[in-house]
């Protein structure tokens, strides 16, 4: 099992910056690809960004060149750097890590961390 921890949400003005942390802990061998999506109100959850195990990276249209992933397979953690944040990345943040052991694939989510930018 693997358990992800979040951190690093909270209320930010337009224009500003937040860095978002997520840490696993148990089983993180197998641990390949991880990634941040978010969910507004009344909307379905949407991928923001991932990286897989070797460093590639995918964003959503809508945050290139204002955010990055990164992440310690040491420490089984993935960052989210967030900056000129908009009214519009109002969301819950979620964290997700996928895991393959033998030929089974197993997805594990954080909790969620709200992220909320307004003046």
């Known amino acids: 099992q693997v358990q992800l921890v979040e951190s690093g949400g909270g209320l930010v003005q337009p224009g500003g910056s937040l860095r978002l942390s997520c840490a696993a802990s148990?089983?993180?061998?197998?641990?390949?690809?991880v990634g941040w999506y978010r969910q507004a109100p009344g909307k379905q959850r949407d991928m923001v960004s991932t990286i897989t195990t070797g460093g590639s990276t995918n964003y959503a249209d809508s945050v290139k060149g204002r955010f990055t992933i990164s992440r310690d397979n040491a420490k089984g953690t993935v960052y989210l750097q967030m900056n000129s944040l908009k009214p519009e990345d109002t969301a819950v943040y979620y964290c997700?890590?996928?895991?393959?052991?033998?030929?089974?694939?197993?997805?594990?989510w954080g909790q969620g961390t709200q992220v909320t930018v307004s003046s």
């Open positions: 997700r890590m996928d895991r393959e052991v033998s030929t089974w694939r197993y997805i594990y």
């Open positions: 148990g089983s993180i061998e197998g641990i390949t690809v």
